[in-house]
């Protein structure tokens, strides 16, 4: 029986809204699941929280000292994980801006930070 063959995705042709405010080189943009917010980080030491259909930043993060390389975002969208040249995970209250904790221990910048599913953890990874 042969395995039934799954059409490939239809990209947009035109761009639909540019996100401007960030003051340098965005490193990365997470989606929530369901598409209607995103998170972007970058060089301005910055996480910005966007309405990407309506084209406007809803809330600015700061506390990092140096770039925001990744982010990532709990299963109920009221915590996120940030990371970068700090050498630290930041853990984030969404509503509010606040730094809840920082995780120290890398002896390097940490490059990715991602949520353990249904649950509260983060892990970043850093190479060296």
Known sequence: MPAEQVPA????QQLATTLTGHDGAVLNVKFNPKGTYCLSCGKDRTLRLWNPH???CIKTYTGHGYEVRDVSVSSDNSQMASVG????VFLWDVASGQVIRKFRGHEAKVNAVSNKPQTQQAAGVQHL
Do not use: I
């Open 54 to 56: 309506k084209g406007f």
């Open 85 to 88: 040249g700090d050498k630290q």
């Open 9 to 12: 995705p239809v990209l947009p």
